[in-house]
C-alpha cells in the first residue's frame, strides 16, 4: 500500500509542477512517518524514499540507529532545547526554529561536534494561536539576529498551514510565505542563503508546489492516518 500511495504522491507532485512550469528536481518530497513502525518506513524506503520527516527527537533517535544511513532525517516539529543532543549528530535539518534561544541551543550543540546544522525558520504564517512560529512581520529581524550564530546556517522558511477542508484556502498563505522569502532572499543576509521553502502537506502539498513549495512534508497520504492512541 505505502508504494501505491508514494506512487499516487508522486503523480501529483508532477502534475503540479507541469502546471506550475517547475521541474520536478526542484521538489523535495518528505515522508514524514511520525508515530509509524519502523516496517513501514522500510516499506517506503524500498520504494525509493530518502527522506523521512519525524517530530520528536527521541523518537528519530530510535528509528536512526535501525534503518539504513543513506537516509536523510528532518526534524520538523517544536524542538525543546534539553532535546537537541538527541538529533544533532542525525537530522540533516531542523525546519522548525522559532526563537532565539532555540537557535542559540542548537548553534551550541552543533559547536560540540563540530558541524554547522542546516535549519529553517518556521513561520505562522495564518497567526493561529494554536501554533508555533514566528509572525510574517518579524522574520527578516529574527533571521538578521540568528544569523550570527556560528554553528547553524539559515536555509529557508517552513510553516505549517491551517487545517482546512478544500486546500486551495491555503493558497492566499503559501503565496505569503513565498513573497516573505523573497524579500528576505533580496536582502543578502551574511551566512543565510534562501534556498528552501517547506510547505505543504497531505493535504494541500498540491497548492504549496504551485506556489513555490521546494519541500513537502507528506504524511498521511504516505503511510495512512496516524493512531495517537497506540502511542
Ligand atoms: C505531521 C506533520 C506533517 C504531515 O502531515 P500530514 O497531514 O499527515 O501529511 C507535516 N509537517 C509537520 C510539521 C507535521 O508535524
Request: net charge neutral; with cysteine.
Amino acid at each position: 500500500m505505502i508504494k501505491e500511495n508514494l506512487e499516487e504522491v508522486e503523480r501529483n507532485i508532477c502534475a503540479a509542477c507541469a502546471r506550475s512550469g517547475r521541474k520536478r528536481e526542484e521538489v523535495r518530497l518528505i515522508s514524514v512517518s511520525k508515530t509509524k513502525p519502523v516496517s513501514m518506513l522500510e516499506e517506503a524506503y524500498a520504494a525509493g524514499s530518502r527522506d523521512f520527516g519525524e517530530n520528536k527527537p527521541q523518537e528519530l533517535k530510535e528509528k536512526y540507529g535501525q534503518l539504513p544511513d543513506d537516509i536523510r532525517w528532518h526534524m520538523i516539529g517544536h524542538l525543546q532545547r534539553n532535546k537537541i543532543k538527541y538529533i544533532i549528530d542525525k537530522a540533516c535539518m531542523i525546519h522548525s526554529v522559532d526563537s532565539e534561544r532555540l537557535a542559540e541551543a542548537i548553534s551550541q550543540e552543533a559547536g560540540k561536534i563540530g558541524i554547522v546544522m542546516p535549519v529553517l525558520v518556521e513561520v505562522n504564517i495564518a497567526r493561529e494561536e494554536s501554533k508555533f512560529g514566528v509572525y510574517a512581520e518579524d522574520t527578516a529581524k529574527f533571521i538578521e539576529k540568528i544569523a550570527r550564530l556560528p554553528h547553524i546556517h539559515v536555509e529557508g522558511l517552513m510553516t505549517i498551514a491551517p487545517f482546512v477542508e478544500v486546500a486551495e484556502e491555503n493558497r492566499v498563505f503559501f503565496q505569503k510565505l513565498r513573497k516573505l522569502y523573497v524579500d528576505i532572499k533580496r536582502k543578502n543576509i551574511d551566512n543565510v542563503s534562501m534556498c528552501s521553502l517547506s510547505m505543504g502537506m497531505t493535504g494541500d502539498y498540491q497548492v504549496a508546489i504551485e506556489e513555490g513549495a521546494t519541500m513537502v512534508r507528506v504524511g498521511t497520504g504516505i503511510f495512512g492516518a496516524r493512531n495517537y492512541n497506540l502511542t
